[in-house]
């Protein structure tokens, strides 16, 4: 087999969306599989559509899932010398027209079929009788010739033989009476000059493919091998749209979400390998292969992303996340934590319980901040005046303590415990409301810990001071 060419070739219309991703994703694993070339290409033409903040965005979402590119990114508005030459030969062979026909007498033709409930197809009013006369008209649009009777098969890898009629199909317009070269000239002309073996994409795309292997032929090349894979799907089966959540790669990345989570969940959602859910880079490469690619559509299914998104957080190495999570503190408007290790050790305490990296932030919301609100049910039900003697009994321990550490800490507790005869939740929760503010948190001894020594005893001395005022007449 040759060398395995994929591309990704997106419009720059918007976000890079999670449908494109994945089709990004399957081109990048199956060329990688190969050992092959994974192109990037930016469909731009549509010049009022398309817009330089798109195309930025595309590749920053590429680039931010790590699903780097051999070649590009190619655009084709840099490329209009090459489809006029394109259009020029085919009119020379006999395999396109000039068609001069009006814009608003093929709307009105267009309208008439609708009514009478045919296809709109193009009638052929220009289509010469001799192709040898077919010459290229200033300002004209240019049509390909499509044969009137036969089939065009598509070989799809995914979907098997695929028949089109090729009564069912239009002479397909090539070029605008503008001289700007449309969508399928434009795809077929790049992927034979770019010598692309593959194509991958989205089903919505089939329409489109018994013209472009008709325009192959014309331009006398074998068309590649195409695999339409089925959308993605909602949970209540309609098109993933943003009614059902995030729809932008980059909104992810916002969210606190890893690309590692985001590729595995995306490739998941239409290609499987047994029963397997989690997947390395390097298993995907090695493991990815069409035939594995199913025909229904993949559910996008948020809650299974959040869940996958968890286990790569609680797998990461803490180093790692404190790195990680530095911009999401900011951006939540806290100061900047100027150890490392002292922000390993506090996400130490809440991995277990965040699935992202802003869920991380807002549980850590004590740390990294000492402007916390005491929640008022936590406070009625555990900051009572019981508990003011054991408070400053505890205060005493931990400000001689020499090392504060978790043992040290724990044995502090240990002492007052046994003297009072206390179980240790009437001790420690009135403590993680007076340094958290709520009544749920890491270990106890963890918190203190990590908060250290002056922290943490601010804190319980500001808890005295309100248990004293309870006790204060008026």
């Known amino acids: 087999m040759s060398t395995v060419r994929t591309r990704f070739a997106p419009s720059p219309t918007g976000y890079l969306h999670i449908g ?4 990004a994703l399957f081109n990048y694993l199956f060329a990688r599989h190969h050992g092959g070339k994974f192109i990037l290409r930016i469909e731009d033409t549509d010049r009022e559509r398309s817009t330089e903040e798109a195309i930025e965005a595309i590749i920053q979402g590429l680039t931010w899932l790590q699903l780097d590119w051999d070649e590009g990114p190619y655009r084709q508005t840099e490329r209009l010398a090459i489809y006029r030459d394109k259009a020029e030969w085919l009119l ?54 499509t044969p009137f009777t036969g089939t065009t098969i598509v070989e799809d890898e995914v979907k098997g033989p695929v028949v089109f009629e090729n009564s069912e199909l239009d002479d397909l317009i090539l070029v605008r009476s503008g001289g700007t070269p449309t969508y399928n000239f434009c795809v077929v002309v790049d992927d034979i000059d770019m010598g692309i073996t593959h194509i991958i994409r989205g089903d919505d795309h089939l329409a489109n493919t018994p013209r472009q292997i008709l325009l192959y032929d014309a331009l006398g090349h074998t068309p590649p091998q195409f695999a339409h894979v089925p959308l993605i799907l909602g949970l209540d089966k309609a098109r993933l749209s943003k009614r059902h959540g995030a729809t932008s790669v980059m909104a992810y990345r916002d969210m606190g979400y890893f690309p590692e989570a985001l590729v595995n969940y995306l490739v998941r959602l239409g290609w499987s390998h047994g029963d397997q859910e989690i997947f390395s880079r390097d298993e995907l490469i090695e493991k990815f292969s069409l035939d594995a690619v199913g025909k229904s559509a993949g559910i996008f299914n948020p809650e ?15 180093s ?52 916390i609100h005491i929640e008022e049910k936590a406070a009625k039900k555990f900051l009572t005046r019981e508990v003011l003697e054991p408070l400053k009994q505890l205060i005493q321990k931990l400000a001689a303590l020499r090392d504060f550490n978790e043992s040290e800490i724990e044995q502090a507790f240990a002492t007052i415990l046994h003297e009072r005869g206390l179980p240790l939740g009437e001790l420690a929760q009135p ?22 020594k002056e922290r943490t005893l601010r804190r319980l001395n500001s808890a005295v001071e309100y248990l004293q005022r309870l006790d204060s007449p008026g």
């Open 320 to 371: 790692q996340l404190a790195d990680e999570i530095i911009p999401f503190i900011e951006a939540k408007g806290y100061p900047k934590p100027q150890h490392p290790e002292w922000l390993a050790r506090m996400i130490a305490t809440l991995a277990e319980r965040a699935k992202t990296l802003t869920e991380l932030v807002d549980l850590a919301h004590f740390y990294l901040s000492d402007d």
């Open 92 to 145: 020379q062979q006999g395999k396109a027209y000039p068609c001069v026909c009006a814009p608003e007498v093929l709307e009105a033709k267009r309208k008439e079929a609708l009514k009478a409930k045919r296809k709109p197809m193009y009638d052929g009013t220009c289509r010469p009788k001799d192709r040898s006369d077919a010459e290229s008209i200033a300002a004209a649009l240019r049509r390909s010739s």
């Open 431 to 452: 403590v993680r409301v007076a340094l958290t503010g709520a009544a749920v948190s890491p270990g106890i001894y963890e918190i203190i810990a990590v908060l250290g």
């Open 304 to 318: 299974k992303l959040l869940w996958l998104n968890s286990h790569y957080l609680r797998s990461r190495p803490l």
């Open 20 to 23: 494109g991703a994945r089709t």
